[in-house]
């Protein structure tokens, strides 16, 4: 029996692009993110992107609101991914908007995977990543030839049924190597993290914790890694934050703004 020829993709007739609304301040999109914005015929809008940037947007466009925030009720991701699919065959001019960049933590891997699969084009447009917003709004570098030779990005809030990272190992890594721990969605095991941290890096290590950032909203704390979950609770921080954890921090410190706890509310 003759084998069957592949099946065609379906012809690629629309297109999806996956664009970076950036950490929360809409004069931090790019360029090109505005005139994605502006092209498209569908929008899906990601539940951390900030509305306002909508003001780019054809009066036109169809705009689906597909949030999904850890814990609440939220658009399954097979869903927002038939749909992207079926607007973009049905030729639309597709954009996915989501907060900060598309590659960090967005689920934009298993995103672009589906849409090649079905034939489909996929751009992406780089956004600013939340922790950048946030360390800007701190005027503190990432890295530092004394104090932070490189950075880890990770995330606080693992897949179900894996066990996650492994932060006593990431502490060890992070300490001999001078990282700065970069940590997204990491306030509900802000106490785990804490404890298994503290098995490889110094009590009095900083921790910036930064609550909406680069919004008019944006609160920040500054503590020491064996503070940061009693930090958190004091202070009643809640998502989203971003984590600095790092020596690269100390300068923050150092001004004397700081000590013990918190820093005045959005004006560092
Ligand atoms: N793609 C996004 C990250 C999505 S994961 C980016 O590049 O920024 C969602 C997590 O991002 C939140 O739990 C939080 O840790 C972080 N985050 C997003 N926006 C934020 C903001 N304005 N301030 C602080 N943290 C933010």
């Known amino acids: 029996m003759m084998n069957k020829p592949p099946k065609r993709p379906a012809a690629a007739i ?46 036109s466009a ?33 954009v996915r908007l989501k907060g900060g960049d598309p590659l960090v933590f967005g689920r934009s891997g298993e995103e672009i995977e589906a849409l090649q699969q079905a034939g489909i084009q996929v751009h992406v447009v780089n956004g600013i990543t939340a922790a950048l917003g946030a360390l800007a709004s701190l005027n ?45 969605m990491g306030v509900a095991a802000a106490q785990r993290i804490q404890d298994e941290l503290l098995h490889g890096l110094a009590a009095d290590t900083p921790v910036a914790i930064v609550q909406d950032a680069t919004l008019p909203s944006q609160r920040q704390a500054l503590c020491t890694l064996d503070c940061l979950h009693q930090t958190l609770t004091e202070e009643r921080m809640a998502s989203p934050c971003v984590l600095l954890i790092g020596d690269v921090l100390r300068g923050l410190a150092r001004l004397g703004q700081v000590q013990e706890a918190v820093l005045a509310r959005g004006q560092m």
Not at 16 to 29: C, E, K, R, S
Not at 147 to 153: T, Y
Not at 163 to 174: C, K, M, S
């Open 62 to 94: 169809r705009i689906v609101y597909v949030g999904k925030r850890g814990g609440c009720a939220s658009t399954p991701q097979a869903f927002i991914e038939k749909l992207m699919v079926s607007e973009a065959h049905k030729g639309e001019n597709v």
């Open 14 to 59: 629309g297109q999806v692009t996956l664009v970076g609304a950036g950490p929360g301040d809409p004069d931090l999109l790019t360029l090109k993110a505005v005139k994605a914005i502006a092209a498209a015929t569908v929008i899906l809008v990601d539940d951390l992107v900030n509305e306002t940037v909508l003001a780019h947007a054809s009066p």
């Open 140 to 184: 503190t570098a990432l890295t530092h030839r004394d104090h932070a030779h490189g950075v880890l990005m990770v995330t606080g809030h693992a897949k179900p049924g894996d066990p996650g990272t492994d932060w006593r190992a990431l502490a060890h890594t992070a300490r001999q190597t001078k990282l700065t721990l970069v940590v997204y």
